[in-house]
């Protein structure tokens, strides 16, 4: 029996545009360029926590339904992820081979051979002092793998009876996801007087960049699709909740170094982002104004955008191929374009034709 696709989410994929141009800007811009928006510019590293949620959530969407039932073949879910998503990370190692003189001036010998050994199979992100090796935003893949493995088991968990059991469940994800910030937050094992987006400490390493800390974020996305299921997604609710997403958000960052960075760096506001991917998964105006056609364009490079962005930077500047063209005057906006056209060519020219070429190769419907 053919499976039918679930509906596109076109808003949600509208906002990971915004959301991968916000963590290019979190690294390659002054913050204060942007004016009102400077708090969510300055807090651009929220995005990979949105995107770890909104990944949780996407997979649920199109397959828990198949996991309750019992009909989801796990080695051909876990070989469609494959597909999709090595072909572009092996290529973010490859335009990054020059990172390998500066990893190794930061590692001992010991530690810059494990994270040449690590990084190519996405198991860096288990050692804090090499989770960014090689190319800084990577550490993610090396989380949302973990992730993917767990996924089949956690999506066939069955949906609770009661309406009521979706907050009971949601609830309790958010309050673990609190626990290793909390934590930092109570002991201060790095010793800092005051942590910020530049602090960088053993202990923090591991809070911001390996897996297990942002897994109750993975696993709220799963738990909210079943309540994304229960909910009228025609109703005044959704652009309710979206309006208290983002107003919620935007208020908590500007209070800025009055909310401790461990706790906001992703399980503060675990809530918000599923009020907001609640809102864009519904019909609504706000949801409408997210499915622009533009936003959605480059929002389905989002992926590429975000993993090739930091090594295509330095490889942009270090070519000097600006000057020569005389076009160092417009940066660094400029270059920002450059990446966004990048990432939509890296989309159709390596993505997709490589995913559909490893399908038919290992039989992948």
Known sequence: MEVQKPARLDALTGLR????????????????????????????????????????FVLAYNYAGRAR???????????????????????????????????RAAHSPAMFWTGVALTPVLLQGWIPEIATFWNTPAWTMSAEVSYYLLFP?????????????????????????????????????????????????????????????????????VMLAGLDEVIDRKGILRFVLGVVGFVGIY???????????????????????????????????MAKLFSFRGFVFVGESSYCLYLMHFNLWNWLHESGILPRLGLSRFDPWISYAVLVLLGLLTLHVVEKPAQKLLRRWMGVA
Request: with cysteine; net charge positive; charged share 10%.
């Open 17 to 56: 545009c915004f959301a991968a141009l916000n963590i290019v800007f979190f690294h390659f811009s002054n913050p204060d360029w942007f004016g009102p928006f400077a708090p969510v510019v300055n807090a651009g590293y929220l995005s990979v926590s949105f995107f770890i949620m909104l990944s949780g």
């Open 69 to 103: 039932a019992g009909t989801l073949n796990k080695m051909r879910f876990w070989e469609a992820r494959f597909t999709r998503l090595y072909p572009v990370y092996l290529l973010s190692l490859l335009i990054g081979w020059k990172m390998f003189s500066a990893e």
């Open 153 to 221: 088991w956690v999506a066939a968990l069955p949906r609770p009876a009661r309406f009521s059991g979706h907050f009971w469940r949601l609830a309790a994800l958010w309050a673990i996801g609190l626990i290793p910030g909390t934590l930092y937050v109570i002991f201060n094992p790095d010793g800092f007087q005051m942590v910020d987006r530049f602090s960088s400490g053993p202990w923090l390493q591991a809070l911001k960049f390996t897996p297990l800390p942002h897994l109750p974020s993975f696993l709220f996305g």
């Open 251 to 285: 208020g908590i960052l500007v209070m800025g170094s009055r909310v401790p960075f461990a706790l906001i760096h992703d399980g503060l506001l675990m809530p918000l982002f599923g009020c907001i991917i609640l809102a864009l998964s519904g019909h609504n105006p």
